[in-house]
């Protein structure tokens, strides 16, 4: 991302409906995240009942030893995702670190292109999360 500079306070005002607006600025502003975007793919393992973190880090560490051994994550979506983004190979498309949970965006957008992320446990019924980064943009 690029760097850019704080708007100030005199040029903004708000609209009407209370947010702040900024006339397009003469120079970037500093909204204080990276612009840098990244097509991503992911595996979800949804939690089962009675499924255990213990349990979603093992199917989570399978995936990431066949990825190791060749196989394609998004051939390995279609068999192992448990979400909406299964049939299509669990294709993200492009995203930018503010469209997805901060718990996500800290590690994927810290990682390199062609790595795998995870596994991301989460609570409850969401289970257990692996993402890859295809490209950047």
Not at 4 to 24: D, K, V
Not at 37 to 64: C, P, Q, S, Y
Not at 71 to 95: M, T, V
Request: glycine letters at 10%.
């Amino acid at each position: 991302g690029a760097a850019f500079e704080e708007a100030r306070p005199s040029e903004l005002s708000t609209n009407m409906i209370g947010y702040w607006s900024h006339p397009l600025p003469k120079a970037p502003v500093n909204l204080g995240f990276n612009y840098d975007g990244a097509h991503l793919w992911v595996i979800e393992f949804t939690r089962r009942a009675g499924e255990t973190d213990a349990e979603l880090r093992a199917k989570a560490r399978e995936v990431i030893d066949r990825f190791n051994a060749g196989e394609k994550f998004q051939a390995l979506s279609k068999i192992y995702g448990r979400d909406a983004a299964r049939p299509n190979g669990g294709d993200w498309g492009w995203q930018q670190p503010v469209d997805i949970k901060r718990e996500f965006s800290d590690q994927i957008f810290g990682a390199k292109t062609g790595e795998i992320i995870g596994p991301i446990v989460q609570p409850g019924p969401d289970g257990c999360f692996l993402f890859f980064i295809e490209a950047r943009e």
